[in-house]
Structures are given as C-alpha cells and as structure tokens.
C-alpha cells in the first residue's frame, strides 16, 4: 500500500498510487455499507468536527460516516477553535490530539488547517477553506472514477468564479494526466502560484480563457461552481452581472461532448451559474458527487488514521500549498 500522508490539507503532493488505492478502499466500504459485517475500522475512535462555515453535505458526510465506521463525533465551533480565540491554536491542537483521533475543519482562513495541522499529532483534514477544497475534488474524481473514465486522458472545462474549488483542481492537475480548460473573468483568476505550479506541472496541460465558449468545446466534464461563494453574500448583485456570460445551459453544454457530464459541488443557485435543464438533466451527475462525499470520506478517514505514527515519531507531514 501506498505511504499515507499525515493530513490532508491539500491535493499538493498526493501519490496518484495512494489516490488511486483511497477510490478502491471506497469502493469497498461502499459496498459493505448497511451489512451486518461491515467493517469498523474507527471503532472507539472520535472524531473532532469543526465547523465555521454552514454545511450539509460535509457535515452529514463526515458525521455519517465516522459513525458507519464504529466511531464517534464531537461537534465544535468557532468558539473553541479558532485562530483569533480563547486559546493559542497550538494548545488547541494538542489538546485535542489528546481527546480525539481526527480533527475535520471547516472554516474560512486557511491558515487556520495549517496550523492545527502543524501542531496535531493526529490527522487533520480540510473539510473547506476559502483557498481550497481538496475532500470534494477526491470525491469528484472518485466519482468520474466508478463511471468507467479515465483520469489521464478527460478533458475538464471550468466555466465562473476563480475559487477554493477551482483552487484544488489545479493541484488535482498535477495528480493525474487530465487537461483542464477554464473560464473566468477578468479579476476572478484562481490563485496565481497554483495556476503557475499546474501550467509547470501539469501532464494534460492547462488553458485559461475569458470564453466560456472555448472552454466547453470538446469537454469531457462540464464544472461550475456558485458566483457567491459564503462570506461574499454583500457582492451577489454585482456579481450577477459580472457571470452573466457564464451561465451553464443547455446551449453551452451542447459544445461539450456527446458524452460529457455536468458537475456542481452544491449548493446550486438555479437560474444564475446553471439552469434547471442541466443540473436536473440527463447529463447531470450532481447527486453521485453528493453521496460520493460520503464513501471518500469515510476510506480516507480510515486511511489517515491508521497511518498515524507512533507518538515518539510524530512529525507533521503537511500536505499542501501554504497561504
């Protein structure tokens, strides 16, 4: 088996081996949920989920599955963990190394997961911050996967927002050989050294436009995203106006393949970044993503924390880009 990292905090040097053995680990699990002799690997084992930002499909994901998996959950907030509360984030971290066997983090400012992560002797795993979102982009991939198509050789067309989500497909560029082609407007980019670093490392390549037009054209995977991410609410109005062009219909979706698929991370906004005719039509594939949160999550809960070292040997090993 592939060398595990110690955290996820991003897609940034991640073993496509290890990858590629976490989507067979969730394959397994998935097919031995709700059987009596399913197996439990977490069991006596908790998980600290902390949570800054509204969620659904991540809380539900993780809670759901350290559960599945024999553990337990601890919910906390911005109140106990925080890079600008009670406590140092160092002393945080290791007091919940001491009482927990996993640290899951949502929350805005990056920083923050590397931190913890820096700190923590046991995993910590970003679950959303506004840089990145790498637990999605596993899933998506993972998702693409169980459809039969192959990761070195799609064709990947973002079209809105330079964010967190665009922000790990750039380093998910760098894992596997798929091209991806992007869309954005002006002043909307990704992050700048991801950008450069996929460009430099990159083996399917990657093209930035301002047409969402020539994204689309022969894609294999059709990607948007909310215009308004959390914590952007004030600038919804005028960022309607910016995306106007970048609507996903059935008209741009026309360009892509016969064959292609339409994701979204949700929440969807129908009717501004896509319309109903797509996300409900028959090239839409935003549910499988969804649940596919779940199976991911709960291989790479398991995998983390079995790799975790022995506390004499215990070292951070951030994976990731840092900001």
Request: proline letters at 5%; aromatic letters at 6%.
């Amino acid at each position: 088996m592939p060398e595990s990292p110690s955290h996820l905090v991003d897609l940034v040097g991640l073993d496509r081996a290890w990858v590629l053995d976490l989507f067979e680990y969730a394959d397994r699990l998935r097919a031995a949920r709700g059987q009596s002799n399913a197996p439990r690997p977490l069991a006596g084992k908790t998980a600290a989920l902390v949570f800054h930002k509204p969620s659904l499909r991540t809380r539900v994901s993780f809670t759901v599955g350290m559960h599945e998996l024999g553990g337990d959950a601890v919910d906390l907030g911005a109140a106990e963990v925080s890079d600008n509360g009670r406590e140092s984030v160092p002393d945080v971290a290791h007091v919940l190394s001491g009482m927990c066997d996993l640290i899951v983090i949502r929350t805005f400012t990056h920083r923050l997961v590397r931190e913890l992560a820096a700190s923590a002797s046991v995993p910590v795993i970003n679950a959303l911050t506004d840089f990145s979102h790498p637990c999605q982009i596993l899933s998506d991939l993972y998702t693409l996967h169980r459809m039969g198509r192959d990761l070195d050789r799609l064709t990947v067309a973002w079209v809105g927002d330079g964010n967190n989500v665009l922000n790990s497909w750039l380093e998910a560029a760098t894992i596997f050989g798929f091209a991806l082609q992007i869309a954005v407007p002006d002043g909307f980019e990704p992050d700048a050294g991801l950008y450069l670093e996929a460009e430099r490392e990159a083996k399917g390549g990657v093209r930035r436009s301002r047409d969402p037009r020539e994204a689309v054209r022969g894609a294999d995977v059709v990607y948007t995203d909310t215009w308004t991410s959390m914590g952007q609410e004030a600038d919804a109005d005028w960022r309607r106006v910016v995306f106007a062009g970048y609507q996903v219909n059935p008209s741009l979706m026309s360009l892509a393949n016969g064959d292609a698929v339409f994701m979204h991370c949700l929440p969807a906004h129908r009717g501004e970044e896509v319309t109903d005719e797509v996300i409900d039509g028959p090239q839409s594939v935003v549910i499988e993503e969804a649940e596919n949160r779940l199976h991911l999550q709960k291989a790479l809960m398991a995998r983390l924390v079995a790799a975790r070292k022995p506390a004499r040997a215990r070292r951070a090993q951030v994976v990731g880009a840092g900001v």
